[in-house]
């Protein structure tokens, strides 16, 4: 990825930095009773029990609480893995998403420590009067806002069009195999998660209840609802990350083929490999192959060309 530490620092910046800045107006407008005046404006005070813009507050608290707060743990994961795929320096791209984990964290803390999201903000524009919000949810927003402004400006450098694997699936067979094969890994490791969370989670609450089956079924039914869900979620998203890294290491082997193919052939061929691929040192190779041929096809053009010059000789008048 070649970023220096400094750049590192700046990519990772916002996350705290839009996290206490969140926290901080949070806890500025828990002072201020609903509809009061406070240093930015009126504070019009909500306990969001959804996500964004109160979306899945009608779901049961058991299943809301614990898959929201599931799914930031599960983005924190994502963007790190994004953040090790993203080829290069790309520093619009890399803030962007830092700027929108920042908001998505200062929302999930909320969640962690009050059960809900604490939402503040409301505007008018005209007859349009904006849903409540925070500056979390705002932060998530200028972070959408740098993804897509990067994608639509700059978005061609993550894929070059000079280069010649234009196909995702450069070797499908290969591919396909190596993904399944890591998603089925993946869904066996979530049947063992799924089983014991239940049947801990189950013999537990029939201990603390006194075997009352209608409070075990009310906790344990979306509970183990969610972690099947999330299981299979995770399953999808590493069926995806295997087409990723088997793309790295079936491309650079895809170009090397064909790299020999030219070779032989007698064309000018060239060979190189991604900045993300593996097997770098094909590169270096590759090179040596290439002077080796150049000098083997030279030595026996050598004899050739001096035989030509002996017929040239032969058939001189001056020889007669």
């Not at 904006?130 to 979390?136: D, R």
Request: aromatic letters at 16%; a positive charge; proline letters at 4%.
């Amino acid at each position: 990825m070649n970023l220096s530490r400094n750049q590192w620092l700046q990519v990772y910046f916002p996350v705290p930095l839009f996290i206490l800045l969140d926290n901080w107006t949070k806890s500025l407008a828990l002072h201020y009773s609903n509809g009061q005046e406070g240093p930015f404006g009126h504070f019009y005070l909500i306990f969001n029990h959804g996500a964004m813009l109160g979306l899945f507050s009608d779901l049961p608290p058991t299943l809301r609480i614990v898959s929201l707060s599931t799914f930031g743990a599960l983005i924190v994961g994502v963007y790190f893995l994004f953040q090790y795929l993203i080829p290069g320096q790309h520093m619009k791209l890399r803030v962007g998403l830092s700027i929108l984990l920042g908001g998505i964290l200062g929302n999930v803390w909320d969640r962690i420590r009050y059960g809900a999201i604490i939402d503040f903000i409301k505007f008018k524009m005209g007859n349009y009067i904006s849903p409540i919000f925070n500056v979390a949810d705002a932060t998530q927003w200028i972070g959408y806002f740098i993804i897509v402004y990067f994608f639509i400006r700059e978005g061609h450098k993550l894929w070059p069009e000079q280069n010649s694997r234009k196909s995702f699936w450069v070797n499908a067979p290969f591919q396909k195999r190596f993904s399944v094969f890591l998603a089925f890994i993946s869904l066996i490791l979530t049947g063992i998660f799924v089983v014991f969370c239940y049947t801990y989670l189950r013999v537990t609450l029939q201990e603390l209840t006194a075997a009352n089956n209608q409070i075990v079924q009310k906790f344990a039914r979306p509970f183990v609802l969610l972690i099947i869900g999330l299981g299979f979620g995770f399953s999808f998203l590493i069926y995806i990350l295997g087409g990723v890294f088997s793309h790295r290491i079936a491309g650079p082997i895809y170009a090397f083929e064909r790299f020999l193919r030219d070779t032989i052939k007698g064309r000018n061929a060239h060979f190189r490999v991604r900045q993300s691929d593996e097997f770098k040192h094909l590169e270096s190779l590759a090179v040596e192959i290439s002077e080796k041929f150049n000098s083997l096809s030279a030595a026996a053009a050598q004899p050739q060309v001096n035989a030509e010059d002996k017929t040239a000789s032969s058939a001189d008048p001056k020889d007669k």
